[in-house]
């Protein structure tokens, strides 16, 4: 069985740029996560998906990010502009129905560097 | 917001050592989960504990769930040197989501053969 992809492994741009990540989580899994870290910080909670819908996005650090998932399938997650402390590695994680966060498979994580 | 302090930030012992790092809450968790992460990989859960004063052993890696529920540690025996890598506690705070894990910053673990 795959697991959580996501791509790109390593993105580096420049600070007013726009960046997409891509995750693809495994097949069947209904709940889709993404978590940030910061470096030396925690990981922390961005946002939840079930299927296509928002279940919960009260992590989201501000506007200038946006994340889909259209079909209920893959997720992106954008940042557009990028800025400097948008630095870090993006994790996607994903769940089978209503297991919960107990039991996530997390993907190997995009590194963002903002120039 | 919840916050969990993870000890220590780093440690550097040689092959055949016990390992022994901790996670404190002044906020009660209902849920407490260790995670290693290898370079280059996403975390991967170890143990998972889901009742106050439960010990639960996975190979050489041991974890408890503390008493007062705000706390929980992590040992392992006989360290290798795969055993390198991050290691995250994570937990779920009292009437939080059963989706939204709080993290500890991690312990970096370094072993000399």
Not at chain 1, 19 to 42: A, F, Q
């Amino acid at each position: 069985e795959a697991g959580v992809t996501q791509f790109p492994s390593h993105s580096v741009i420049e600070k007013g740029q726009t960046v997409t990540l891509r995750c693809d989580p495994i097949s069947g899994h209904d709940n889709l996560y993404w978590y940030r870290r910061v470096m030396g910080k925690e990981i922390k909670f961005l946002l939840h998906f079930v299927k296509e819908s928002k279940q919960d996005e009260s992590g989201m650090p501000n506007n200038r990010f946006l994340a889909e998932r259209t079909g209920g399938t893959y997720s992106t997650l954008k940042v557009q502009p990028a800025e400097l402390e948008d630095s870090g590695v993006y994790f996607c994680a994903s769940s089978q129905g209503a297991a919960g966060a107990n039991v996530l498979t997390f993907g190997a994580g995009s590194r963002l560097t903002v120039l | 917001g919840q916050q969990l302090n993870q000890s220590p930030q780093s440690m550097f012992i040689q092959e055949g050592e016990d390992v022994s790092m901790n996670c404190t809450s002044s906020s009660i968790f209902n849920t407490w989960l260790w995670y290693k992460q290898d370079p280059g990989e996403g975390p991967v859960l170890l143990i998972a504990l889901y009742k106050a004063g439960e010990l639960t052993s996975n190979g050489r890696l041991t974890a408890q769930f503390g008493i007062t529920r705000k706390d929980s540690f992590l040992n392992i025996s006989a360290s290798i040197p795969s055993d390198v890598g991050i290691y995250f506690c994570a937990g779920l705070p009292l009437g939080a989501g059963s989706y939204q894990l709080t993290f500890g910053k991690g312990t970096k673990l370094s072993v000399i053969p």
